[in-house]
């Protein structure tokens, strides 16, 4: 049987994406879904995105990581996926969509994509590093050099160790480079190694510089290996609402795949 996918970047995070709204995707083979992510045996991307009917939606976004799992959310696939929407005219410059984190209003202009994410009420601390979830769970690193960080090795050792284990986080290292930008790089979960970028990462860097003092801003530019993001938020009480992650997403190719 021939499958039809599309593939879509944001910011060097790669998405295969299936129109599946008549729902004939087999959604619990995880080999397949693998596979399909696999560099060298598939197409090639950091996870795969269903595009399905919602009730109550214009659509929902059912998420993969590289490793056939369903995943927590996507900020970069949602961005992407909200473009993907627009290619099959699905929605028009604007939409509400359902995930696993609960309904996420967004917009496209000229391929920028500005996302609603979670509101965020609870930080934690270990040591000088911060955790947060921003839809996904992310432990952030302050340092002053992400360039020198092996990511792949010093992530692995913080995803598996303490207090994460066998449910872990994604991790993200981030050196400030001015009053409202840092440099970020993350090492995610269900990929198991450093990606081009991660926007649930880069959403929980902003509000935990901004949380720890690092920045009064409320609108923070972001540097991934990828490209750049921009996350901007209201603060209230220690309560972040109004959470947008910003930046282009863009169509790379199409085709057919023998599975
Ligand atoms: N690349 C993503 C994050 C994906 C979620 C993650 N790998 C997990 O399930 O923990 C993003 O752009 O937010």
New binding site residues.
């Given amino acids: 049987m021939k499958l039809h996918f599309y593939k879509y970047q944001g910011t060097g995070?790669d998405f295969v994406m299936i129109d599946n709204r008549s729902l004939f995707f087999p959604k619990d083979d995880v080999q397949l879904i693998n596979k399909l992510c696999d560099r060298r045996f598939g197409i090639g991307a950091?996870?795969l995105i269903l595009l399905e009917p919602s009730k109550t939606a214009d659509f929902t976004m059912v998420y993969y990581?590289a490793d056939g799992n369903e995943?927590?959310?996507?900020?970069?696939?949602g961005r992407c996926l909200v473009a993907f929407a627009n290619q099959l005219e699905v929605i028009k410059n604007e939409t509400t969509f359902d995930a696993v984190d609960g309904l996420h209003y967004a917009t496209i202009n000229n391929g920028i994509v500005s996302l609603k994410m979670i509101d965020v009420y609870e930080i934690s601390t270990q040591n000088t590093d911060l955790f947060l979830n921003t839809g996904?769970?992310h432990h952030i690193q302050f340092s002053n050099n992400v360039a020198a960080i092996n990511v792949k090795e010093l992530g692995a050792k913080i995803r598996y160790g303490a207090p994460y284990f066998e449910e872990g986080t994604?991790v993200n290292f981030a050196e400030q480079v001015s009053e409202n930008a840092f440099k970020v790089r993350t090492y995610?979960?269900?990929?198991e190694d450093e990606?081009l970028a991660?926007?649930?990462?880069v959403t929980a860097v902003a509000i935990a510089a901004n949380s720890a003092n690092k920045t009064s801003k409320n609108t923070i530019q972001l540097e991934v290996l990828g490209g750049n993001l921009e996350v901007s938020f209201d603060k209230s009480e220690n309560i972040y609402t109004n959470v947008f992650l910003k930046g282009p997403a863009q169509f790379v190719f199409e085709g057919d795949i023998q599975i």
């Fill in positions: 995070n950091d996870g990581n995943g927590s959310m996507c900020g970069n696939g996904s769970p994604n995610e979960r269900g990929v990606t991660c926007g649930t990462g």
